[in-house]
């Protein structure tokens, strides 16, 4: 066994997953071909709330290839109620969750009837005999008219569409003072009203579930981020013993918390494969993604700020609708709650109120994506952070200096009874502002303004920071989660010295297999390529909290190198007894055992050769060096950072181009540069994509406008900037590897950053707000103040699925 | 109906219906599970191949259009063990993250060189557009492309001469100030 | 998604075709470059019987030179036209906006024709051949007749064309040494025009002599600025002038409101652009 020659952690390696990602030697779910496989295709509702007053298969059962057809009330006594696992109240209203809707549907896409057949194409085919009556109820789309007393009701059954209101109110948890009475002493008061669009998270691998059942025991594939958390939910939720199920997420595209789901698809497959006795697949067209693949944000945010003349800010008041859509998905009541603890930001504010109330509407259900919480959170107060600094006259980046905790005042204790551990806003800001060139950008925007420039520059800022590494159990307890948090790694040392690595966590795109075997590697002081890490099987990786919401490094990593020095600990032991030395004369380097003193040596191979031999070890030991190890952080980490855009405004159009994006993150220490790096380039990508292009439109009779590629507008290459990136590094000192997590931080700071400086270019103009997405026609209208109503209906012309093509419309004279 | 088609150099013989897709057929027919299906409206571009040389979107093809035609799929580019120039680089320009786009981007990628053999910035994003990624924010892609063009370039060694599929060779280039 | 089944048949011949065409009835669907038809086919939200594919129709590919126009096979890819020298020189408005057509893979695939006889208000072709007096070629059972583009487009995905009829070619008179400039407006570079602006113009002597100004998307078919044209014409190639012409942009037009743009905001469009492209277009 040779020694690594530089530390690993820390180091740019090159990822492992690539070598079948860059050949198409890839396991997609999708790919999956088992004998006798058949494949399940839905029926989706295309009304927004109705009865179902009929439905009729007979027909659907007659086309070829068909095997089953089945409504809701064929599996109204199975399916159960897909899971909730966040009822953040005592009192929260949660409504039966069907995955086959049986005598209501509640938003457009909703599943209705299901079809099993020999071919995919077979079982859509018969779709289309299906015969389905609706008896139109009455839609309820929008939040704020929906909790209206004599509302229309979502649910009438439970009597009202708001599911929970949740309260954290500073002066009542003894974390700081009243906010009423700050507000009321206010010298400067701020109050805006911001809306985070409905967002879809558009992971590039459409979902896919491919079930092999089998009187002993059953096998799912599926294109999750929680195979974990499905095998449990699924076994709560369908009454399967939970030894009996087997889930396995094989390599997944993405997911950024879309795959953190137990889907209607996934009951729904796991059903008829075990009604059949074969093995069903069922992969997702992208219409149906967007249409019932849970969407995120869509939060109506009023905010208020309180503040002295010299710029001290005294307190921030939250109130929040956040839309759960028609059902409370997985974690969904828990997501806009995130936001709770991170509104306050950076900054020092000694009295805080945050109230949310959860919607029901007759939409698709919402839950985490990518941020989920934080990056709403952020943008508030980072968005008022700027109108207060306007309201005050003064440099939003000096305002923010005035308010931030200074690097000398950590451990903090927030206002939300949170602890920062560490961190350096001034270094992070300092070195951003130096990349960026704010002083001559500052200048330059003079200029502009000056001389009435058609096209307006504008700057703006965002400051983070994230509270990841999701979970201590004990915290998530507190919140009334259901689960914990914590996470585990177990390490099996091969006789030949390999190693594996098995993981709880599971990477759908974020390199674990290399930042995991990194950790290893320095660790053990076994070369990076003698580690292999398995995960995303519950037979081989059984215990395991998956990945999501920044929190695999910070929980996982840490277990990994938790289970190494398990490993080591009791290598050290065995290595002592065959050199016939006391332990305290051993010691390890780059894997090697020594005597000190002495020229005696023990290879760490050396000892896995003799510990799996057994041959001679201390009395009472057990053979092997195997180990696991569970990491539950005391603490959540605190990662933040700063990020400056510089847009041009085209005053004339409205449009708006990115002319530069500086980020400077700190996520603590870093295990792979390389991936830190694309993580922040993704976030970024997302983040923009959120303040520019994306939104998911319903039409006034629910029907989601956007449910197509060419309608919902993700950036290409063409319409992102070049990405200035750095960091800085203030470890984390709750826990061993001083890491923090970095998955979400480009998505929560880049959204404000980008929006403050649209208003930024355009603030002299009379401009204080532009509602996202910040399109060409909203700036425009923001600018020459033509009101803010946008139209619901699809593109004309163009959008493909945007026109309600038929077969009138189209001339058969050709096509392009 | 019958199709004839050469996949990756191997030739196929095939009953297919008229309304399966190419990528389809890849998929299930041949096992060529490399290429991927993203989207139902042919904006996502995963399922690019190149047919007859050129770079397509194989959900917009019918296999019956492939007829007598020849097919190279993100699994026909290694050579002798060997990466293709541009997969060699996504990988040392971390250009990949889930991967679920890469077979389709790096396609792509080839097709543009082959028109543009030493593209900048600006040429890459646009050679690129019909091509989305969801986690690398295309920074690292279009560093990869531009990397993969100094590889590819005459006199950078022996994978020069490696520019697969002699179709692509030769093209004219695009007139000046092109692309878009 | 996989499309509903249909049958399918790929002739070698416009006769062939235009008989494939004839016996499939009203249920028979053209495929030229597949392009938007098979995404609407997967979408399912167009269902043929009969699909003939005129992919197999080489005699409708290429660009010859006519005399005094172009005469171009309606199955030339956009990629073709593109990097055709001749349309380069002589429909330079053409390179332009084909360029920005969707992206390099459907560039492969689509087909000038193809484009024209979809009929798409949001496609960038239709401006620029309304511009330079394109002229359809159709052939159908009882002959050839040809279109001038200016009757062709009747609304939203529908033409002139004949459902027995095919578009062949198209015909595009030469305007050698013209400027010319495509000037498009979208959300991301993907997306549809949501107002687009084909200019081609002659200037001689400082003095604008001759000006065509075609609108994408700003009605159910592209748009002649005919207002914007005539006061244009003989006057000097000035900024004022420029500006004061493209104030008529958005005359006799008829546009529609989407969550992209409301008519207002796509009547305004219309005139910024045109301004932007004519400029350019006097420059090029």
Same mark, same amino acid.
């Given at each position: 066994m040779t020694a690594t020659a530089e530390p690993e952690v820390g180091r740019a390696r090159h990822r492992k997953e690539d070598a079948r990602l860059i050949t198409g030697a890839t396991r997609w779910t999708d790919n999956m071909q088992l004998t006798g496989m058949l494949h399940m295709a839905l029926l989706r509702s295309p009304v927004a709330h109705a009865r179902i007053t009929s439905i009729d298969v007979t027909e659907a059962v007659k086309m070829p290839g068909v095997l089953m057809a089945l409504t809701g009330q064929d599996v109204a006594a199975e399916q159960g109620s897909l899971p909730c696992v966040w009822p953040i109240t005592e009192d929260m209203l949660a409504p039966p969750a069907p995955s086959l809707a049986v005598d209501?549907?509640?938003?457009?896409?909703?599943?209705?009837a299901l079809v099993v057949a020999r071919s995919a194409a077979e079982a859509h085919d018969a779709l289309s005999a299906i015969d389905v009556d609706y008896e139109d109820l009455p839609v309820v789309l929008d939040m704020e008219r929906a909790i209206e007393d004599g509302a229309d009701l979502v649910h009438p059954d439970l009597g009202s569409n708001k599911s929970a209101t949740w309260v954290f109110d500073s002066a009542e948890a003894g974390t700081g003072s009243d906010v009423d009475a700050a507000i009321a002493d206010a010298e400067v008061l701020v109050e805006r009203t911001f809306r985070q669009q409905r967002l879809i998270p558009a992971f590039m691998e459409p979902r896919s579930v491919v079930v092999d059942p089998s009187p002993d025991s059953v096998t799912m594939w599926s294109s999750t981020q929680v195979p974990h958390i499905l095998r449990w939910m699924l076994s709560a939720t369908l009454g399967i013993p939970e030894q009996r199920i087997r889930v396995i997420a094989p390599d997944v595209g993405g997911g950024f918390g879309g795959k953190l789901q137990v889907t209607p698809e996934e009951v729904l497959t796991m059903l008829v494969a075990r009604r059949i006795g074969k093995p069903v697949k069922w992969t997702e067209t992208r219409t149906e993604s967007m249409l019932s693949g849970h969407h995120g944000r869509d939060q109506v945010q009023r905010l208020t700020i309180a503040a002295r003349r010299d710029g001290t800010v005294t307190g921030l008041k939250v109130d929040l609708l956040a839309d759960m859509g028609a059902y409370l998905r997985l974690i969904a009541p828990g997501v806009p709650i995130l936001g709770a603890f991170v509104f306050n930001g950076i900054y020092k504010f000694p009295a805080y109120r945050f109230t949310c109330t959860n919607v029901f509407t007759d939409k698709t259900p919402t839950d985490a994506y990518r941020g989920a919480g934080r990056p709403e959170a952020t943008f508030g107060i980072e968005r008022m952070m700027d109108e207060l600094a306007a309201e005050l006259g003064v440099d939003p980046l000096d305002l923010r200096r005035r308010n931030w905790i200074r690097h000398e005042e950590f451990p903090f204790d927030t206002v939300t009874g949170l602890t920062y551990d560490s961190g350096d806003y001034e270094a992070a800001t300092d070195r951003a502002t130096e990349l960026f060139g704010y002083d001559a950008l500052r200048r330059e925007q003079a200029e502009r303004r000056a001389n009435g420039d058609t096209v307006q520059l504008g700057i703006g800022i965002s400051t983070y920071t994230e509270m990841c590494g999701w979970a201590p159990s004990r915290v998530l307890g507190a919140l009334r989660y259901a689960a914990g948090g914590w996470e585990t790694a177990a390490i099996r040392m091969l006789p030949t010295g390999k190693v594996e690595l098995v993981t709880g966590t599971s990477p759908h795109g974020q390199g674990h297999e290399t930042a995991w075997s990194q950790i290893v590697a320095d660790r053990l002081g076994v070369p990076f390529e003698d580690v292999e890490v398995l995960h995303g099987d519950t037979r081989i990786s059984h215990r395991g909290l998956d990945s999501y919401g920044s929190r695999s490094v910070a929980v996982g990593g840490v277990a990994v190198a938790l289970a190494a020095d398990k490993v080591l600990a009791k290598a050290h032991t065995v290595a002592a007894h065959l050199m016939e030395v @006391? #332990? +305290? +004369?051993v010691e390890f380097t780059a894997g090697t055992f020594s005597v000190r003193g002495t020229s005696t040596t023990m290879t760490l191979g050396d000892v896995v050769t003799a510990a799996n031999a057994a041959h001679n070890l201390p009395d009472g030991m057990e053979p092997g060096l195997d180990a696991d190890a569970t990491f539950d952080p005391s603490s959540l980490s605190f990662p933040h950072g700063t990020h400056l855009c510089a847009t041009e405004v085209d005053t004339q159009t409205g449009e708006v181009k990115i002319r530069s994006y500086v980020c400077v993150d700190d996520v603590g220490k870093v295990v792979n540069p390389v991936i830190v790096e694309g993580q922040v380039h993704g976030g970024l990508a997302q983040g923009i994509a959120q303040a520019l292009y994306e939104e998911a439109v319903h039409d006034e009779s629910g029907t989601l406008t956007t449910a197509t590629f060419a309608d919902y507008l993700l950036p290409s290459a063409v319409d992102l900037p070049h990405f200035t990136t750095d960091r800085t590094e203030t470890p984390a000192l709750t826990n061993p590897l001083g890491v923090k997590g970095v998955g979400e931080a480009g998505t929560i700071a880049s959204t404000p950053a980008v929006v403050n400086a649209i208003v930024d270019a355009v603030r002299h103009m009379g401009v204080s707000d532009v509602q996202m997405p910040c399109t060409p026609m909203r700036v425009w209208k923001a600018i020459h103040h033509r009101g803010d109503g946008v139209p619901t209906?699809? &593109?004309? &012309?163009? &959008?493909l699925g945007s026109v309600n093509v038929d077969d009138q419309a189209y001339p058969r004279g050709g096509a392009e | 109906m019958r199709i004839t088609v050469t996949v990756d150099g191997m030739d196929y013989g095939d009953e297919v219906e008229p309304r399966t897709l190419l990528v389809h057929y890849l998929r299930e027919r041949l096992g060529k599970t490399g290429t991927v299906v993203g989207c139902d409206t042919s904006n996502c571009g995963a399922c690019t191949v190149h047919l007859d040389g050129h770079s397509v979107k194989s959900c917009a093809v019918l296999a019956v259009q492939a007829n007598g035609r020849e097919v190279t799929t993100? #699994? @026909?580019?290694?050579?002798d063990g060997q990466l293709h120039p541009v997969q060699e680089a996504f990988h040392q320009n971390h250009a990949l993250q889930c991967g679920f786009c890469t077979p389709g981007m790096i396609m792509q990628a080839i097709d543009l060189l082959a028109d543009n053999p030493d593209p900048d910035e600006d040429q890459v994003r646009h050679g690129l557009e019909g091509n989305l990624c969801r986690c690398t924010g295309y920074q690292n892609i279009v560093n990869a492309v531009r990397d993969a063009a100094h590889r590819m370039s005459p006199g950078a060694g022996p994978d020069a001469e490696r520019v697969d599929e002699t179709k692509l060779v030769g093209r004219t280039p695009m007139h000046a100030g092109g692309g878009e | 998604m996989i499309p509903a089944a249909f049958d399918y048949v790929a002739p070698t011949t416009v006769d062939e075709a235009v008989r494939a065409l004839a016996a499939g009835g009203e249920d028979a669907k053209v495929m030229a470059g597949g392009q938007s038809l098979i995404p609407v086919l997967r979408m399912r939200l167009a269902a043929p019987t009969l699909v003939v594919d005129l992919? &197999?129709?080489? #005699?409708?590919?290429g660009v010859h030179d006519n005399g005094d126009s172009l005469r171009i096979g309606a199955m030339t890819t956009h990629y073709e036209v593109q990097r055709d020298p001749l349309v380069r020189e002589h429909a330079r408005l053409l390179c332009l906006a084909t360029d920005t057509v969707a992206d390099p893979q459907v560039r492969h695939r689509g087909t000038f024709g193809g484009s024209l006889a979809h009929a798409d208000p949001a496609g960038d072709l239709l401006a620029p051949a309304l511009a330079l007096d394109a002229v359809m070629v159709c052939v159908g059972p009882s002959g050839t007749r040809e279109v001038p583009a200016a009757s062709f487009f009747l609304d939203y995905f529908t033409t002139a064309l004949a459902p027995d009829e095919l578009l062949t070619h198209v015909r595009v008179p030469k305007l050698t040494g013209w400027g010319a400039h495509y000037e498009k407006f979208n959300r991301v570079a993907q997306a549809w025009s949501i107002v687009a602006v084909a200019a081609a113009l002659r200037v001689s002597g400082g003095r604008i002599a001759d000006a065509r100004v075609g609108l994408t998307n700003m009605a159910g078919t592209p748009v002649r600025a005919r207002g914007v044209e005539e006061a244009l014409v003989g006057q000097p190639a000035s900024a004022e002038v420029i500006t004061t012409a493209a104030s008529h942009a958005a005359e006799g037009t008829d546009p529609a409101s989407d969550g992209n743009a409301d008519a207002e905001y796509r009547s305004h469009l219309a005139r910024v652009l045109t301004e932007r492209a004519v400029t350019a277009a006097v420059s090029a």
């Open positions: 209501r549907v509640n938003f457009a896409g909703e599943a209705v @006391g #332990e +305290d +004369d209906t699809p &593109g004309a &012309g163009g &959008g | 993100i #699994e @026909g580019l290694a050579r | 992919s &197999g129709l080489t #005699e409708l590919t």
